[in-house]
């Protein structure tokens, strides 16, 4: 180990940041940390635009009544906010930013395998971006971030190509971004660096690589039939002239139900690296939570009919798809059990990352627990298009994945920086997070079970106080979100200097300098240690490194 | 530090984050057949919707296989699998560190594979002479196939037309091949991108071996 902490002088002198100025050296730079910098900056630009959306959707469910918007207004604020927060927000997130940082590092190496292509990966995205923004500016889109034909093929008069071409673009980035992290994991890792000491992180972001190489094409190819159907109008998805919108459904969810688990599962990587940290205790189960981030990868390929419960598919297919989705439960569970069990007799601190984590094990279960209401193809029917549905999977991409992020960010953020972020100021935003959250989400549970559609701007006048307590609770949330966005910024001009190991973490990131210097290692270390070695407090000194 | 003679010592075409040329060679072979993994997925959508309207319109599709011209499409297959030979070959000579070998076989192959596109074109040129061409020029002469049929000749010049693609994209990489391969950057230790290239071409190739069959070939009653 004595090899990899570098002496006090290289510390403070070049590291990632510093070595090179001018903004030529960013946007043309290979550096994976400096890439996940600039993804970082994206997809927070890309949040907030999502966000705005969210918060006029609220404003207009205050009432009633449809008095702040017309129906077509607000069809195409929930489009918009669906397509710039899945596509533009979610997908990339954690993979782009604290995956590119940290996997390289993390198995000890220089850089990703292809540090061109990943930078390519950021122009891509930002060209579909680009695209999502121009149909945005140019009067937006209203089929719903599905795009389900044939109403995107033949009757929307909205922005439908561009928004279309858009997610098609940044497609393509999301699987090069796995490409280049499957291709990383397996060549360059450490010297002993084996599959089991890799942190369970790197393992998740494996998964959450293999959905995006296999599910990201098909989604490809469904959108350019989409456009072509748009432009020629053969009647593909066409039902008049023999063509089956239900195929579309099918190719679409193929992707897009996956698509779920590439916004969780790296989630769940960082939960796994923020738990046994603070709990100052090695992971419980190290298997069981890397095997299962596979077995989710794999079932997760296997569900996507139970998006088409009323929508035309075979009672008989409803059954199959039914059993499959209770089946990808079981890897879910397997996580939190183990979680769960890493911080019994633990000596458990409630730093803010833990209280995130924290945070992500309780929404993410009540997400998890409401989507086996919706696998049941009996209750499904009841609930099916309500806020129910708007609530269970909010509860997953926000209460599980937005907080996993924040999380993450937290977590990572002195590495990253070079910068301790206000730990007073971050706990209080964590908990107005954690409380605006459930103020703005469970409501809809209770909405939905009555009754309430999604996607229409007026509603019944007896649906109005959960409302109000939603919108109330997105204001809250609005402030947790603003909150770290202000103290981040500050942090790197008067945030403390980071130690190397502010959190005393085990992991490779953590022997190095923070900010990291540009090649992260002087020499490629020689890893000799497990995985999490946490002394435990009782246990013996375990003789670790050398 | 020990890392930097390292580098030197290896030459010019290990980049500094690997640490022996077998990890840079074995990563961007691994991250070719990872790419391929893609494009099977992509043209797997497409194969999944020829399937189900194909088993829903079985007659339709039949009709529409008599404007096939399988003389023409086995022609090109053939054409095809050639190209593969000389990309082959072309990879032996790039191991072998034979210059000029590599680039005559990589010209044969982008000449191959140019037959192949003009052949190509010529048969789109017929389908639209026989107004075959759906959402421009689009006149079935059985009518009560019209709608169905359609759909196919769609899939017909999607499928076609991202292997086309496909193709053409292979053309462009061979190109640099060979002006690279002119400037001596292959030797016998390092032919990577001939090799990976190789890889991305007889995959494309493979889609054709399959594309053939189920455009030309099923249900198929006579020969033009």
Known sequence: MSTLVQSPQTQQSKNYLNADHGWKSWLFTTDHKRIALLYLISITFFFFIGGFFAVMMRLELL???????????????????????????????????????????????????????????????????????????????????????????LYSNSYVMAAALGV??????????????????????????????????????????????????????????????????????????????????????????????????????????????????????????????????????????????????SMYAGFVFSALSFLVAVPSAIKVFNWIATMYKGSVSFETPMLYAFGFIGLFTIGGLTGLILATTAADIHVQDTYFVVAHFHYVMVGGMVMAYMGGLHFWWPKMTGRMYPEGWAKISALIVFVGFNLTFFPQFILGYLGMPRRYHAYAEEFQVYNVMSSAGASVLAVGYLLPMIYFIWSLKYGERAPANPWNAAGLEWMIPSPPPTFNFDTIPVVTWEAYNYHEPDAPEVEVGH | MATETHVIAHGPELRHHFEQPEQQYESATLGMWVFLATEIMFFGGLFAAYT?????????????SQYMDVIIGGFNTAVLICSSLTMALGVRSAQLGQRKPLILFLIATMLLGCVFLGIKGYEYHHKWVEHLVPGFNWNYPIPQYSHHAQILFFLYFVMTGMHA???????????????????????????????ITGLYWHFVDIVWIFLFPMLYLIGKHKLL
């Open chain 1, 168 to 313: 098609f673009i940044s497609g393509f980035s999301s699987i090069l971004t796995g490409l280049n992290f499957v291709v990383t994991i397996h060549k360059m890792r450490a010297p002993g660096m084996t599959w089991g000491r890799m942190p369970l992180f790197v393992w998740s972001h494996y998964a959450t690589a293999i959905i995006q190489i296999l599910g990201t094409p098909v989604i490809a190819i469904t959108i350019l039939l989409v456009a072509a159907e748009r432009v020629f109008h053969i009647g593909v998805f066409d039902p008049n002239v023999g063509g089956d919108p239900i195929l579309f459904q099918h190719l679409f969810w193929f992707y897009s139900h996956p698509a779920v688990y590439i916004m969780i599962l790296p989630g769940m990587g960082v939960i796994s690296e923020v738990i046994p940290c603070f709990s100052r205790k090695g992971i419980f189960g190290y298997w069981a939570i890397a095997l299962s981030s596979i077995g989710i990868a794999v079932l997760g390929f296997l569900v996507w009919g139970h998006h088409l419960f009323t929508t035309g598919q």
């Open chain 2, 52 to 64: 189900i309207y194909r088993t829903a319109y079985p007659d339709a599709f039949a009709s529409s």
């Open chain 2, 165 to 195: 693609v496909h193709m053409i994209i292979g053309e462009g990489i061979l190109l640099t091949l060979v002006v690279m391969a002119y400037r001596g950057r292959f030797t016998e230790r390092y032919f990577t991108p001939v090799e």
């Open chain 1, 63 to 153: 009432t009633p009544r449809g008095d702040l918007v017309q129906a077509d207004t607000y069809n195409k604020f929930f489009t918009m906010h669906g397509i710039m927060m899945i596509f533009f927000f979610l997908i990339p997130s954690i993979p782009a930013t604290l995956g590119n940082f940290l996997i390289p590092i993390m198995i000890g190496a220089r850089d990703l395998a292809f540090p061109k292509i990943n930078l390519l990966s950021w122009y891509i995205y930002i060209v579909g971006g680009l695209f999502a923004l121009g149909a945005l500016l140019a009067g937006g889109v209203d089929t719903g971030w599905t795009f389900y034909t044939p109403f995107s093929t």
